[in-house]
């Protein structure tokens, strides 16, 4: 298509009022009928593999949940053997030893090609010796690791006081959820065998050496080691009160829909520790845990059969707004019938009157705001309260005042969740002792929740909107951004991926917060963008460039991404610039008859490094968005 001669022009707008008009169609078909957006959310096998090892080690297993789960798993596995953490992302150790052991569970041979092809991958990477930690705690749980070769984790952290490093609300939220049953899981050391083993996936590689001990690593290695010991001889009445008090930690955090943050990690281990514990199966407590993971289920009928896929975690409150953000970007009239019944469901969705972990360092703090999932209440985030407001406030609701007034207490809770550095971190304030992730169990990716550009960009964006730019909270926000824009003109995407993600969320952000245009940091952010521009007119940043610093702005062009950039071009007042127009070309192009955009690739961030996140609607609400705002600019 060329860009330049005025019919081509014409032509251009065209196409994409079209794009935008059918993707507008396509987003409002898929609405819930009570009001909400729901995407499907795909990460990794590992968390179906933990799902049957859970329910064997519970002995609530059935033929039926494990076929049905094993054809998702074997469906997932790649022509090298091997199970990755993202799609086209390389194999990993880890999630490819926890696929094979649920497969043998399942009943596949380890002759069978597909196992012995995963088999070989192990082996060459080091067997399940060099495995993350909550592999082997897996394994440990049936007698194929030694509890003696794992971490110790005493129940006794549950005792440290607030301002004691390492104690458990050093920890992000999900972190912390999920280290506090583990610390009882590991101190039981339970062992219920299996019908095999897993020899054919030891290396018999040594233990890695202690690193020095005058590292904090090497302090703690040996730390390890006295905590050992003291495993053997624990003071009784001690250790006694810290299990119960863990008990009583973990009951207080289950949520109305049985789960536990909401997330997988911490709801399968507080299951397993009220297990152990005594807990029987039809407690309460265990009912309505195992009961609703089967909200978390997505089964397909396939032609091999039926499978069964786990959900980590479901996305209703971010998805919704971002939807309703998208169709008011597209033109979508305030007060059309789709966006009153979202709001409506997002007002509902308010959280009033729990006092989440979060208070822990905001003690004094209104509660206030909104979480991620349905039945969140004890978490709720910065993240999906700044974007949240930034819906509902350009909503015409038909009860304005209960409107604006859940849009305050969240303004007033989001501002007051900001850290002592001016930058916000997602779902804690402050949070930000590193020290604990010198920790040896401390090997499966993000341990504390941080400030991040792309979160501290959110709430920077919801309060200039709200009138508040001049504001101390924002100004030190907008402080934060700038000090933090990387040295190729980009920002680090925490929660997406990656730097696309962060420079897309970034550039809106600071240009509504009263930064203009022309400023040095918005151009080489621009500049950012133009350079890594792929050839097909679209953005891509591989899930590898949190570790590969080769792979930052580079990757195969997604919609999501693709929308990211446009989004920040558009703010930049870039929109009739030529890296724009093929932009909006890209997207034009590889829209689907529906009107959706298919997007295989992950472009979502769970721990940078580790474990990554595919948003069926990113495909979706983004590039509304970004088309309605171009279309809006450009006068189409």
């Not at 935008?20 to 499907?40: K, N, P, Y």
């Amino acid at each position: 298509m060329t860009l330049t001669a005025p019919e081509n022009r014409t032509t251009e707008a065209g196409d994409a009022r079209r794009t935008l008009d059918a993707a507008v169609g396509f987003l409002r078909s898929i609405q819930h009928e009570r009001g909400w957006w729901q995407g499907d959310l795909e990460t990794n096998v590992t968390m179906d593999a933990e799902d049957l090892l859970m329910r064997e080690f519970l002995g609530i297993r059935t033929a039926r949940e494990t076929e049905e789960a094993a054809r998702w798993i074997r469906s997932q596995q790649r022509s090298d053997g091997t199970w990755a953490t993202f799609a086209g992302g390389p194999g990993d150790l880890s999630t490819t030893v926890e696929a094979w052991v649920a497969l043998r569970l399942a009943g596949d041979d380890p002759a069978a090609e597909h196992m012995r092809a995963a088999e070989k991958f192990v082996q060459a990477e080091g067997g399940i010796e060099r495995s993350r930690v909550f592999t082997r705690i897996w394994l440990a749980l049936f007698g194929l690791w030694s509890w003696d070769d794992l971490p110790n984790m005493p129940p006794e952290l549950i005792f440290l006081p607030k301002w004691f490093p390492l104690n458990v609300y050093d920890w992000a939220c999900w972190a912390r959820q999920t280290v506090v049953p583990l610390t009882i899981v590991a101190t039981l050391r339970p062992t219920r065998p299996l019908p095999f083993d897993v020899d054919e996936l030891r290396s018999g590689a040594a233990p890695k050496p202690f690193d020095p001990p005058w590292t904090w690593a090497g302090a703690f290695q040996w730390l390890d080691v006295g905590l050992h010991a003291y495993a053997r001889r624990p003071v009784g009445p001690l250790r006694r009160l810290a299990m119960r008090r863990g008990a009583e930690w973990i009951l207080a955090r289950q949520e109305a829909d049985g789960g536990w943050g909401g997330i997988q990690p911490p709801w399968v281990y507080s299951l397993l520790a009220l297990h152990l514990l005594g807990y029987p199966l039809d407690h309460p407590a265990m009912r309505a845990g195992l009961e609703g993971f089967e909200r978390f289920l997505v089964r397909t009928d396939t032609p091999d059969g039926p499978i069964r896929m786990l959900e980590a975690c479901q996305s209703p409150v971010w998805d919704t707004c971002l939807a309703v953000t998208a169709l008011l970007d597209a033109g979508v009239p305030a007060d059309d019938p789709a966006l009153v019944r979202a709001s409506t469901w997002m007002l509902d969705e308010e959280i009033r009157g729990v006092r989440g972990d979060w208070a822990v360092r905001r003690p004094d703090l209104p509660v206030g705001g909104w979480a991620f999932e349905f039945d969140n209440d004890g978490y709720p985030d910065t993240d999906d309260t700044a974007e949240v407001v930034l819906a509902l406030r350009r909503v015409a609701h038909p009860d304005p005042q209960r409107l604006r007034a859940a849009v305050d207490r969240g303004v007033a809770w989001s501002v007051g969740m900001q850290s002592s550095d001016g930058g916000w971190g997602a779902f804690d304030a402050d949070n930000t002792r590193e020290l604990i992730t010198k920790l040896p169990f401390c090997d499966f990716g993000a341990v504390i929740d941080p400030p991040s550009a792309d979160v501290t960009a959110h709430m920077v964006e919801m309060l200039a909107h709200e009138g508040l730019a001049d504001g101390r909270a924002c100004r030190r926000g907008v402080r934060w951004l700038l000090d933090h824009q990387e040295s190729d003109g980009s920002w680090f995407g925490r929660w997406g991926a990656n730097h696309v993600y962060g420079t897309g969320g970034v550039v809106p952000a600071l240009v509504a917060a009263g930064i203009p245009a022309a400023d040095p940091a918005i151009r080489r952010a621009v500049a950012w963008l133009e350079r890594h521009q792929n050839a097909d007119g679209g953005w891509g940043e591989d899930l590898r460039s949190y570790v590969d610093p080769s792979w930052i702005g580079r990757g195969e062009s997604t919609a999501s991404q693709t929308a990211w950039g446009l989004l920040a071009l558009v703010a930049a007042g870039e929109a009739r610039s030529a890296t724009a127009r093929r932009a909006v070309a890209f997207l034009a192009d590889t829209q689907l008859p529906d009107g959706s955009w298919e997007e295989e690739m992950y472009t979502g961030t769970g721990f940078p490094g580790a474990f990554y996140i595919r948003y069926r609607l990113y495909r979706i609400v983004f590039p509304v968005s970004a088309l309605g705002r171009w279309c809006q600019e450009v006068g189409v």
